[in-house]
């Protein structure tokens, strides 16, 4: 079922905007509220949520990683039915993710999965442990991503889903897994915070099991919702593919308009820094979605044109852990903003 948002027209996305956006930056710094030190993870949930782009939380468990999912969850006003959660293991079978199958319509020699509640028909879905999956999962999974659809009896459906996050302990090292890997274009640790923050999460974290047994959710402050996130992923997109008048009379191109020249060399020269000195595998793919989450990012934070700032998404890359460490600490040193 398409969302109506998704018919609606470019014009109608442009008038309305600019309070999506404060809409959508509210919620961000909102939210934020209610972790210790985790802002950098939501700004980058957000930013790959209007991207419509999956992000991939990294750490080790009690870092809040599926708690920054449900809380996000919860403060969108999402439906159960919207919603699709699951931890993968190497035994999950498809029928625990996709649907079992239809057995009435099996004895008629169709192969029909019943989808209701898995995650074909979420909007949003979390999945844990994410690399433990086994290779019918993995196979699934990247038809889902890639191309927004599963198959029922031979024939492509389309997917509800919007919005993935994924988390995972560690990163394997397993060759099988590299193209799933890659379909994240952003990883983010997820690191303890108690040798920084040691008052702050006793605090923060005692409230938290207060509402908790309280059934309380202050976080569901209304300040945007999933359509939200969705009509700005529209007219962006929308926006990215207008023709703009020229002070020469030439047509100018998204990049022309919104990505300053000299940004733009950086961004160049960043990328072949990472892919020189560091070996930083970086695809051509990755790098035209990286341009529409640098875009993205500009947008919500400063209103549209790249900064220098933006392109620190570059420090969420890694592919290893060993990698993403390395970004952490060398992104922000080369772009002079640490």
């Known amino acids: 079922m398409i969302a109506a948002t998704e018919e609606w027209t470019f014009k109608e996305l442009q008038q309305e905007a600019e309070s999506l956006r404060k809409r959508i930056n509210h919620f961000r710094a909102s939210l934020g509220r209610f972790f ?41 006003g999402l439906r159960d039915e919207d919603y699709f ?66 198959y029922q009896d031979g024939v492509p459906q389309p997917v509800n889903l919007r919005v993935l996050f994924a ?15 890659d379909r994240f274009v952003l990883k983010v640790d997820s690191r303890s915070v108690q040798d920084d923050h040691f008052e702050a999460l006793i605090d923060l974290g005692l409230q938290s099991e207060v509402y908790r047994s309280l059934n309380q959710k202050p976080w569901c402050e209304g300040h ?24 020469d009379g030439e047509e100018q191109n998204d990049r022309q308009v919104f990505f300053p020249a000299d940004v733009f060399r950086e961004f ?7 892919v020189r000195e560091d070996r930083i595998f970086i695809s051509d793919r990755k790098l035209v979605k990286l341009y529409k989450l640098f875009r993205i990012r500009s947008w919500l934070f400063s209103g549209g044109t790249v900064t220098r700032d933006d392109l620190r998404l570059l420090a969420y890359l890694g ?11 060398k992104v922000p040193v080369l772009l002079g903003i640490h």
């Open 36 to 76: 210790v030190a985790k802002q950098e993870i939501i700004d980058l949930m957000v930013t790959a949520a209007v991207a419509q782009e999956p992000l991939l939380l990294v750490g080790p468990p009690g870092t809040a990683k599926s708690d920054l999912v449900l809380k996000f969850k919860d403060a969108l």
């Open 85 to 150: 959660e699951y931890m993968l293991t190497r035994f999950t079978e498809p029928s625990e993710i996709i649907g079992p199958i239809d057995i009435n319509l099996l004895r008629e020699g169709r192969y029909v999965r019943r989808e209701q509640g898995k995650l074909p028909t979420a909007r949003l879905a979390f999945l844990d442990e994410i690399f433990k999956s086994n290779s019918a999962i993995l196979n699934i999974l990247l038809t889902i991503i890639n191309e927004r659809k599963f």
């Open 167 to 181: 988390a995972t302990n560690e990163i394997p090292e397993q060759g099988e897994l590299a193209a799933l890997k």
């Open 224 to 247: 945007c919702t999933l359509d939200d996130l969705i009509k700005a992923n529209l007219y962006l997109t929308q926006l990215f593919a207008q023709k703009h008048p020229g002070n």
């Open 268 to 274: 160049q020269r960043l990328v072949k820094t990472l």
């Open 319 to 329: 592919e290893t852990q060993q990698e993403m460490a390395l970004l952490r600490e």
